[in-house]
């Protein structure tokens, strides 16, 4: 799994390495988190200012801090975890509370909200 998947989702590690069934297992978990992160546009990251931009129009969609926190344009929609730029528009993933190693990720006091804007907003028959 690469680091960006890793920094949007987290990943699955192995208790005993020495286990050939719990091998399996995480490299199949693993495996589905990359797969459905494809849908999503994770280059947007400010690794400088620890923020997720929006690829529409470049505004902060979330961030560690208050400061980023203040400036978000991330809405929240009426369907659970979807929302979107307030500026622009652009259709997002949202998880309140993302965990790394068990452990809700707080800073500066406050859980994190990890948002995923998707890759592209065309709609495309299938």
């Known amino acids: ?14 208790q005993d390495p020495n286990d050939a069934e719990q091998c ?3 490299a199949q978990l693993n495996a589905a988190i990359e797969r459905y992160l494809d849908d999503f546009d994770l280059d947007t990251y400010d690794e400088e200012n620890e923020r997720r931009l929006c690829p529409g129009c470049k505004s902060t969609l979330s961030g560690n801090g208050l400061s980023s926190l203040l400036s978000s344009t991330f809405v929240w929609g009426l369907v659970h975890g ?3 730029c307030s500026h622009c528009g652009w259709l997002c993933r949202a998880y309140h509370v993302p965990k790394h190693e068990g452990k809700p990720i707080i800073e500066d006091g406050e ?5 995923l804007p998707y890759k ?3 709609l495309k028959e299938e």
Not at 1 to 14: I, P, Q, T, W
Not at 111 to 115: L, S
């Open 120 to 122: 592209s907003l065309e």
């Open 1 to 14: 799994m690469n680091d960006k998947h890793k920094r949007a989702f987290g990943c699955f590690s192995l």
């Open 82 to 84: 979807e929302g979107y």
């Open 111 to 115: 859980p994190v909200v990890n948002v």
């Open 24 to 26: 399996n297992l995480v």
